[in-house]
Structure formats: C-alpha cells, structure tokens
C-alpha cells in the first residue's frame, strides 16, 4: 500500500512534502560524485539510538557537555561509569543494510566520500573507506594533558580490571554510547587516568559544547567543493556542524537530497525528502541500481 506523503515544515515556513519514491536519489548516484552526510538514523537499525527522532534520547537524556567533563572529577567519574557500561553494548552493534549500501554504492565509484556525524564507526565496518568521522570516534580515547591518544578496548580492559563486578543495569543508551546509570549505580567507579603521563583521558570525540577541529570542517568543505550532490542520510541537521554543509552545496547549486522520516532543518534546500526507514530506501536505491549490498569481505583497516 502506498504511504501518504508527510509534510515537512521548516523554521522558515517552507513545506518540502516528504515521499516513498526513491528515483530521484537513484538518479542523482546514477550520475556519480555524491557526497554522503550520515546522522544518527542510519544506525538506529543496528539498536543505536538517535537522539532526536521519534524517542530520542534527548527527550530524557542531556548529554555530556566539553564543559562538565573538565570541570571535575565528579563528571568524569559518572561519565566514565556510564560510557564504560554503554560501550558494551556499543561495541557489538553491526553495520545494518544503510551502511551495507553506502559501502556498496562506494565500491562501484557513484560516491565522492562519506562525512558522517556519527561517532559508532560502523561506516567502516560496513566497508566504507575514507571516511571522515565529524565528530570522532568511540573507539579512540585522546589525553587531554599530553595529547596520546589509545585504543579505546584497551582503555575498556584497564576499567574492567579496576572496577571489578561493576553491572549495574542501565535504563537505556544514548547515541554516544553513554549509558543512563544513577549517581548510586556509578558509586566509587574508578577512572583510569592516561598511560603515558597520568592526565585525564577523553573519549576522542566532540562533546556538545565543544567545536569540531577547524581542520576537519574544511576538509568537509573541500569535499562539498568536489562533490556533484549531496545526500542526507539520517540527519535532523538540527545543529550547524552538519547544517552548513548542506547551505554550501545549496548555495553552489549542487542538488540536495535527505532520507529521513522526520522533517528536518535542511528541508527548504531540499530536492527531495525520502521519509521512509533508511535500511529500507537505500536498498530500494540499490535494486534499482542493479548493485547488491554484500560485496567481497574488506581488506583489513
């Protein structure tokens, strides 16, 4: 049965209809050069949550600020607590069809790269190369006093052995792997201090509150220079970081094209907004490309 189209309003007024017909995103990869931008709905497939959709943890949930984490040990101890007990979960979470299709459709040469807001890493999991992680990743730990950065297992396996019998059942988790734990559920946690001098250790991503490096968003930038159009890929564009990529591809007369459900910011700079799961529509996108989503396994990272 036909879905009804939904309508998507912006904060200017502008009502983009959202639609289940995907031809216009085949048609646009068809054509080559697109530049993927992915958000947090192309992984809520694989049990991560987003933060704004339909449940999003930030109707519960006020994430970590930069601001918090380094004013205290207090903070640091319940982020730690709470980040340790959701990177168990984290880390067994599985590329799901969207990302199957994003590394497919990069191995037959229809994409110009992958930004992705995302900090799970399953992107490359999934196969994708060069991927450039916006916000940084899970898997990274970075010292905040010497700048070493480390494996975030290895950091993972120092907590477990600190912090022996720690098991407290979490009410949820968060799309930063920050699991939600009271202050009596986090307890006495010990954090584990860096390796190489002793200072504090920081997930090696970018914390709410805190700027992307520079360095990266002209990157991003470079890539929307060289990129024929731009697809959206389970992102509300609620905050600049991702938003202003989708205003330079506009601005230059590139075609813009967003799946997600809900309506997003980036609506009004839309050629189209498929609202229908992504799993769902990049593998729509994919039959009618003639490209399976399971290629060969790839080369080891």
Known sequence: MR????????????????????????????SGGVLVLSGAGISTESGIPDYRGAGGSLSRHTPMTYQDFTAGAQARRRYWARSHLGWRTFGRARPNAGHRAVAAFGRHGLLSGVVTQ???????????????????????VVCLSC?????????????????AGFAPVAA???????????????????????????????????????????????????????????????????????????????????????????????DRHALTRVAVPLGTALASVADRLGIPLDGPPPPPL
Do not use: Y
């Open 118 to 140: 995302n900090v799970d890493g399953l992107h490359q999991a999934a196969g994708s190369r060069d991927v450039v992680e916006l916000h940084g990743s899970l898997a990274r």
């Open 172 to 266: 949820g988790l968060n799309p930063d792997g920050d699991a939600d734990l009271t202050d009596e559920q986090v307890g006495d946690f010990v954090v584990a201090p860096c390796t190489v001098c002793g200072g504090i250790l920081k997930p090696d991503v970018v914390f709410f509150g805190e700027a992307v490096p520079p360095a990266r968003v002209e990157t991003c930038r470079a890539l929307v220079d060289r990129a024929t159009s731009l697809l959206v890929l389970g992102s509300s564009l609620t905050v600049m970081s991702g938003l202003r990529f989708v205003r330079q591809a506009a601005e230059a007369g590139k075609p813009v094209l967003i799946v997600n459900r809900d309506p997003t910011r980036g």
């Open 147 to 163: 700048g070493a950065t480390g494996s975030r297992r290895d950091l993972a396996l120092r907590l477990e052995q600190a912090n």
């Open 3 to 30: 879905m009804r189209p939904t309508l998507s309003w912006t904060p200017d007024g502008d009502v983009l209809p959202g639609t289940t017909d995907v031809r216009q995103v085949a048609d646009a990869l068809s």
